[in-house]
């Protein structure tokens, strides 16, 4: 069974330019969540959907983030623009439907410039 | 406001000796509470999992040790190897949310 997958694993950016990550979640899961994981910290939830309704977004900073789950499978966050702070890994993970361990993937490591 | 506090912040321990972790909650709603393993490159994945209504999970090598009443719960790594090197996060949530509220990671390192 594959995983969750990302893309691109790698992006190096200047600051004031958009950037865009793509996520697959496994199949038949219904639960993705978006997480930035700063260095040497944990994760932190920017994002979850439930399908493709957003359930919970209050972490994330609307006036330069945005995501999108059309159809409830894939998802897009974009950051536009970007901020020197926003360099971090941004990872993706889903849930089966209800209650269930969340599958993370791999992440995409965002560096602004 | 750190939900889950999380120590040491990196542990060295020798091969074949034991590795502890430790975490501490205040939200007494939070009833689930996982451990993350994370090698460099890769997102993390779980671990073992414990719920309040147990006091201890084992599964091979890694007991999860829970007391409620002290808000505290902590991973045991028993006869370590060096390819459990990795960062280790502990979580917690609550029913019916599942946004995962991770603690800051310990980084192990074990020595052949």
């Known amino acids: 069974e594959a995983g969750v997958v990302q893309s691109p694993r790698y992006k190096i950016i200047e600051k004031k330019q958009p950037v865009a990550f793509w996520c697959n979640p496994i199949?038949?899961?219904?639960?993705l969540y978006w997480y930035l994981q700063n260095l040497g910290q944990g994760p932190e939830l920017l994002i979850r959907?439930?399908?493709?309704?957003?359930?919970?977004d209050s972490q994330l900073p609307k006036d330069r983030f945005s995501a999108e789950r059309l159809k409830g499978v894939d998802s897009t966050l974009k950051i536009q623009p970007a901020e020197l702070g926003d360099s971090a890994v941004y990872l993706c993970?889903?849930?089966?439907?209800?209650?269930?361990?969340?599958?993370f993937g791999p992440g995409t490591r965002l560096t602004v410039l | 406001q750190q939900q889950v506090k999380q120590s040491p912040q990196s542990l060295i321990v020798q091969k074949g000796g034991i590795s502890i972790i430790n975490c501490a909650y205040e939200?007494?709603?939070?009833?689930?509470f996982p451990w993350y393993q994370q090698f460099p490159g890769k997102g993390p994945a779980l671990l073992i999992a414990?719920?309040?209504?147990?006091s201890e999970k084992k599964e091979g090598r890694f007991t999860i040790s829970f007391n409620k009443s002290a808000k505290q719960f902590s991973l045991h790594i028993m006869d370590s190897q060096p390819g459990d090197s990795a960062t280790y996060f502990c979580?917690?949530?609550?029913?019916?949310?599942?946004?995962?509220?991770f603690g800051t990671g310990t980084r192990l390192t074990v020595i052949p």
């Open positions: 993970a889903s849930s089966g439907q209800g209650w269930g361990e969340q599958f």
């Open positions: 959907y439930e399908n493709e309704e957003a359930v919970d």
């Open positions: 199949s038949g899961h219904n639960t």
């Open positions: 979580a917690a949530s609550m029913t019916g949310a599942n946004n995962l509220f």
């Open positions: 939200n007494t709603a939070f009833d689930y």
């Open positions: 414990i719920r309040p209504d147990v």
